[in-house]
């Protein structure tokens, strides 16, 4: 079994998806104790964003790829490779601005390759059939009733930006994060220690064979 651990947020110690996702590899590791474990961290090395150069690699024969789409075409070439390569991919997705950080957003920009991660012809996927686990964080509350209810575009976002992929995200999302450290949001701390104490739970029961003890 193999697992690939992807990172996106830029707030390093202090980000709570980074704390979710080593959570989670920790309970896979504990689950699958001859595993392998890949990681990438968007939030440090980000992926180039596709460009006029590069972009057009998806939309040129190989054999007339100039030197810059050459090089964009063979780095999504080894990122759905990675992909392939996993049983499980975990992605750790706060939420910036309302969206998905930009690093997410190149990621899957450099996934949907023809030939690659979906069939031209049949518009059939090429990366289904693995787990794909999502640890949504979120420094508001986004929830039906809230004042900004349907103002999370990340969460809504990634299955349709992967769908072509075959890739199918199930979420296990923490909000109101910022609540500890935000004054104004300090009434809001109890709703996000029951929002995180759920997400860890459902995270610490994600590979637990059924009926075992926990």
Same mark, same amino acid.
């Given at each position: 079994?193999h697992?690939? /651990?992807?990172? &996106?947020? +830029?707030?390093?110690d202090? &980000?709570v998806?980074?704390? !979710?996702?080593? #959570?989670a590899v *920790?309970a896979?590791?504990a689950?699958h104790? *001859?595993?392998t474990?890949?990681y990438?961290?968007l939030?440090?090395e980000?992926?180039?964003?596709?460009?006029?150069?590069?972009?057009l690699?998806?939309?040129t024969p190989?054999?007339? /790829?100039?030197?810059?789409?050459?090089? @964009?075409?063979?780095? &999504?070439?080894r990122?759905?490779?990675?992909?392939?390569?996993? *049983?499980?991919v975990?992605?750790?997705l706060p939420?910036?601005n309302?969206?998905?950080? @930009? &690093?997410?957003?190149?990621?899957? *920009?450099?996934?949907i390759v023809?030939?690659?991660?979906?069939d031209p012809?049949?518009?059939?996927? !090429?990366?289904?059939? #693995?787990?794909?686990?999502?640890?949504a964080?979120?420094?508001?509350?986004?929830?039906e009733?809230?004042?900004?209810?349907?103002?999370d575009?990340?969460e809504?976002?990634?299955? /349709?930006?992967l769908?072509l992929?075959?890739?199918?995200?199930r979420? +296990?999302?923490a909000?109101?994060?910022l609540?500890?450290?935000?004054?104004?949001?300090? %009434?809001? +701390?109890?709703?996000? %220690?029951?929002s995180?104490a759920?997400?860890e739970? %459902?995270?610490d029961n994600?590979w637990?064979?059924a009926?075992?003890?926990?």
């Open positions: 079994m697992l690939l /651990h992807i990172d &996106s947020s +830029i707030r390093g202090w &980000s998806s980074r704390r !979710l996702t080593a #959570r *920790d896979w590791r689950a104790p *001859d595993g474990v890949a990438r961290d939030g440090t980000p992926l180039p964003h596709l460009d006029a150069d590069g972009g690699a998806r939309m190989a054999n007339q /790829h100039t030197p810059a789409q050459r090089e @964009s075409w063979q780095l &999504s070439e990122l759905v490779d990675e992909v392939k390569q996993a *049983d499980v975990l992605l750790g939420l910036y309302f969206g998905a950080p @930009s &690093s997410v957003k190149s990621w899957v *920009d450099h996934l023809p030939g690659l991660a979906y012809t049949t518009q059939e996927g !090429l990366l289904g059939g #693995r787990d794909f686990v999502v640890l964080t979120r420094g508001g509350g986004y929830g009733g809230t004042p900004r209810y349907g103002w575009h990340a809504p976002w990634l299955p /349709h930006g769908s992929t075959g890739m199918q995200p979420f +296990i999302t909000e109101l994060t609540a500890p450290s935000v004054p104004a949001m300090a %009434e809001l +701390i109890p709703l996000h %220690e029951a995180l759920a997400a739970k %459902e995270i994600l637990v064979p009926g075992a003890a926990r």
